[in-house]
C-alpha cells in the first residue's frame, strides 16, 4: 500500500454565544485548507475562503465542507494523529489532535 500524498479532516466544532467565523486552517503536516464540494452530487471540490458558524454543533464530516490537508510531508497511519490549528474570528487559535481514522469509522464516530 502506497503513502497518502492527502488527508480529509473532520472533526465537530460546538460554538456558543454569538456564532464565529472559522477563517482559516493550518497544519505542520501538510498544506491545509478548508473546502466544500462543488455541486449536491459531490462531484469536485473547492477551496473556500472562511466557514461561518452559527450557534450550536456544525460537523465537518470529511464530505461537504472539511479541511484538505495536501502534500503531506510525512505518512500518518491509521491510529495516529493529524495536527491542525484552527483561527476562528472570535475564539482565536484552537489546536486539534485529529485522529486518523479510515473514512467509514470516520462517518461512525461523527455520527453520519
Known amino acids: 500500500m502506497s503513502a497518502a500524498h492527502s488527508a480529509t479532516a473532520g472533526f465537530e466544532i460546538d460554538v456558543d454565544g454569538q456564532g464565529d467565523t472559522l477563517l482559516g486552517v493550518s497544519s505542520p503536516a501538510g498544506r491545509a485548507g478548508l473546502h466544500a464540494t462543488k455541486s449536491a452530487t459531490g462531484n469536485g471540490m473547492q477551496p473556500i475562503p472562511a ?9 465537518l464530516d470529511g464530505r461537504a465542507v472539511h479541511v484538505m490537508v495536501d502534500d503531506l510531508r510525512t505518512d500518518i497511519p491509521v491510529g495516529g494523529t493529524l495536527p491542525l490549528e484552527l483561527r476562528f474570528a472570535r475564539a482565536g487559535t484552537v489546536t486539534l489532535q485529529v485522529p486518523v481514522l479510515r473514512f467509514s469509522e470516520a462517518l461512525s464516530v461523527l455520527g453520519r
Do not use: A, D, M
Not at 51 to 59: A, C, D, K, M, S
Open 51 to 59: 466557514l461561518p458558524l452559527g450557534v450550536g454543533r456544525t460537523v
